[in-house]
């Protein structure tokens, strides 16, 4: 009987370090992404990249090459309600995003994607469609399609036009870092 405590302590930790340690990308991650002016750099790429550094709510952009290997890496920005996608260190498409609404804030800070499913439906919110999901943490955040009216409407996801999330879908892994900014 001794060993209870120690066991109420294995179990503890068993039960919650994966939760915490899911929740945001690794220490690594989070230190080469943390105060780097990720948005303001990204806007500058699409103008490099695509020409423009204005889009229509639900408008998307990808480029005609993309490299076949390198780690995919997504921005998004809260104030723009815009996402980047960069693909070994080019920026590879950008979207408009829509991103939670007041009460239900989208959280920021850098993140790994925690798992992937091409159909799925919300737990919280009448079943809600979130296809093409990305799971960003344990408490129901994550990226999928879904309606983008280019201003803050989710409940705390951030939405993509559909056609921008499956292909998305694609090209990002488990583990794929996503840096959230104000």
């Known amino acids: 009987m001794r060993n209870v405590p120690f066991a109420r302590a ?12 899911s929740t945001a990308a690794t220490a ?10 990720q948005p303001v750099q990204a806007r500058a790429d699409m ?12 408008q998307y952009r990808w480029a005609n090459d993309i490299p076949t290997a390198g780690l995919t890496r997504i921005v998004i920005s809260l104030t723009d309600q815009m996402g980047y996608v960069y693909r070994a260190g080019e920026l590879i498409g950008v979207t408009t995003i829509s ?11 850098t993140f790994a994607i925690l798992g992937k499913e091409k ?45 921008f999330a499956a292909r998305l879908f694609e090209l990002t892994t488990t583990g794929s870092p996503v840096i959230i900014d104000a």
């Open 99 to 109: 991103s939670g609404k007041t009460d239900h804030e989208t959280p920021t800070g």
């Open 28 to 37: 690594a991650q989070q230190a080469e992404y943390a105060d780097s002016g």
């Open 119 to 163: 159909v799925h439906h919300s737990n919280s919110y009448d079943n809600a469609s979130m296809p093409f999901m990305q799971r960003l943490n344990n408490y129901g955040v994550a990226l999928h399609g879904g309606n983008n009216p280019g201003y803050p409407a989710s409940h705390g996801c951030i939405r993509l036009p559909m056609k």
């Open 47 to 58: 103008i490099d990249t695509f020409g423009t550094a204005d889009l229509a709510a639900g």
């Open 10 to 21: 294995l179990v503890a930790l068993a039960l919650f370090t994966p939760l915490a340690l």
